[in-house]
């Protein structure tokens, strides 16, 4: 169609389909999709492009995620190493003895021993720990 042509009725609620169609894809159901490349005319190149440019934004959705759940993971570690260390600083301080146990009713060497754990990335035991 050119731009000289008159809009028909049906050009009009295909516009309004696709429009709606296209502010509504993050709830898209394979039908809606398929309406859509059907109603744009979308040559199976197009329909590939389309596919792939949504995987990618689910694939970065799922790394920011991923991410954000590696951050938190992250918080909790270093949360289990400040507990273990303020335990050690707090024994030492009040001049209590090295092999004694700490206010948890352990020895400093478990506390350096969860330390060392809580810093080690291929180890998921902190994981049970309760801060």
Request: glycine share 4%.
């Amino acid at each position: 169609m050119n731009h000289k042509e008159q809009l028909t009725r049906e050009d009009v609620l295909k516009a309004k389909l696709i429009m709606d169609s296209v502010t509504n894809l993050d709830d898209a159901d394979g039908e809606t999709l398929e309406n859509i490349i059907e109603l744009l005319g979308m040559t199976e190149q197009l329909t590939r492009q389309l596919v792939m440019g949504a995987s990618q934004i689910f694939i970065d959705m799922l790394v920011e995620e991923k991410q954000g759940l590696e951050r938190d993971e992250m918080k909790r570690r270093v949360k289990c190493v400040v507990q273990d260390a303020n335990a050690i600083l707090s024994h030492l301080m009040d001049d209590k003895p090295l092999d004694g146990l700490t206010t948890y009713g352990v020895n400093i060497h478990t506390h350096i021993d969860n330390i060392t754990t809580a810093c080690d990335f291929s180890d998921d035991e902190s994981k049970t720990w309760k801060i």
